[in-house]
């Protein structure tokens, strides 16, 4: 199945959080960078370090309405 990029994390708090709330619902996902953030922690500053929300093609729209506060802050 295809993974779909829909959201970048600000921070790594942020990523934690979503991730939770990804489980939760359980929503297949990978957070692409995850990785790499971790071996250079702070904030999100560059592609380096960015940490990107990538979610099954058929729950996308489930997604997209749980991420819809973070959207819109």
């Known amino acids: 199945m295809d993974m779909i ?7 790594e708090p942020e990523a934690a959080v979503i991730s939770s709330l990804m489980t939760a619902y359980n929503i297949h996902f990978i ?3 995850r990785g790499f953030s971790s ?7 560059n592609s380096l370090n960015e940490q990107t ?4 093609a058929d729950q996308v729209e ?8 973070f959207l819109n802050s």
């Open 39 to 45: 071996m250079y922690p702070g904030a999100v500053s």
């Open 5 to 11: 990029p829909i959201y970048t994390m600000k921070s």
């Open 62 to 69: 489930l997604a997209k309405t749980l991420l819809e506060p």
């Open 53 to 56: 929300l990538m979610v099954r």
């Open 31 to 33: 957070i692409s960078g």
